[in-house]
């Protein structure tokens, strides 16, 4: 499944800025590795946090690609999905209170994936 994950998110940064996760696929997906699509959606947006986290997706393509899965869950995004969305939609932008030279994925979205990943066991 790993595989299929890190496939569909080079494909999201490749046709950036279309989004690729559209119910055909992910139900193609889900179809090929038996899973449903909630659960689709919270192993990606893990999968994303994680290879985030590791320094294999860049910031900008992480982001990239979870906003094609918030575009894919719609306004039912719960849960682990949620606060991945939240954590890289916070690196989106400076603060008025953010120091001159501040980047705001660094100051923001890192220690949120990191809290995320410790708080449900994710590193290893």
């Not at 909630?38 to 290879?51: G, K, L, P, Q, S």
Request: proline share 6%.
């Amino acid at each position: 499944m790993e595989e299929g994950l890190r496939a569909l998110v080079s494909l999201s940064v490749a046709r950036a800025p279309y989004n690729t996760l559209t119910p055909a696929v992910v139900s193609e997906f889900c179809t090929q590795h038996g899973v449903p699509p909630e659960e689709f959606h919270d192993r990606f947006a893990r999968f994303v946090a994680c290879e985030f986290a590791k320094g294999e997706l860049s910031y900008a393509d992480a982001d990239c690609v979870i906003n094609d899965l918030a575009a894919c869950v719609g306004p039912d995004m719960h849960g682990v999905v949620l606060r991945v969305y939240h954590a890289f939609d916070s690196g989106e932008y400076l603060r008025p209170q953010d120091a001159e030279g501040t980047i705001p994925w660094q100051k923001y979205t890192l220690p949120q994936i990191m809290a995320l990943l410790t708080e449900e066991g994710w590193l290893g």
